[in-house]
């Protein structure tokens, strides 16, 4: 009934949707029935733009998932299942986290210390969790990440990495 091109996109902005229909309902709440509504619809205003601001950020990073391999996001570690290649990384462990644009198509570079980089491509299945797992990084710059996806270029791009200090604390345990 629906495209597959346009059940995408829908899916891509599922978020965005969302917060504005619920941004809309909590502004007919306040304009409607007059002051009975007002603390809840002062909720769905607030709450659908927290959610429209999410989700504009999440659009961003998708990238549809048509890639090779799958990406699993379980309890601190990034697992990849590639065809040639795979791995796992601990978030807790993560040492740096790098954007590769100079492979086709551009790779994330997880390095843990004393194990081999595990290279994701960005359109791999279930890539999409990544967005939540490097949100948990201290210091992570969205912005940062999220630009670094949209613009050209071949070069790598660092867009996070560990902390000397917090090296220190993570090889005393």
């Given amino acids: 009934m629906i495209r597959p091109e346009a059940k995408a996109q829908l899916i891509k902005w599922r978020e965005v949707l969302i917060g504005g229909v619920i941004a809309v309902t909590g502004i007919w709440w306040l304009v409607g029935p007059g002051r009975l509504l007002v603390l809840p619809a002062v909720g769905f205003i607030l709450g659908g733009a927290a959610l429209i601001w999410l989700g504009i950020q999440r659009a961003r990073f998708r990238s549809g998932g048509q890639g090779p391999g799958s990406v ?35 790779h994330w570079r997880l390095d843990q210390p004393g194990h081999p980089a595990l ?34 270029g071949k070069q790598p791009i660092v867009i996070w990495q560990r902390e000397a200090r917090e090296n220190a604390q993570l090889s005393l345990h």
């Fill in 72 to 106: 699993q996001v379980d309890e601190g570690q990034i697992t990849y299942f590639g065809p040639l290649t795979g791995g796992a990384v601990a978030l807790r462990e993560l040492a740096k986290v790098t954007l590769d644009k100079s492979l086709f198509p551009a």
């Fill in 119 to 152: 290279l994701i491509p960005v359109n791999a299945e279930g890539a999409d969790a990544l967005f939540d797992a490097f949100a948990t990084l201290s210091d992570l710059r969205t912005e940062k990440m999220l630009s670094a996806l949209q613009e050209p």
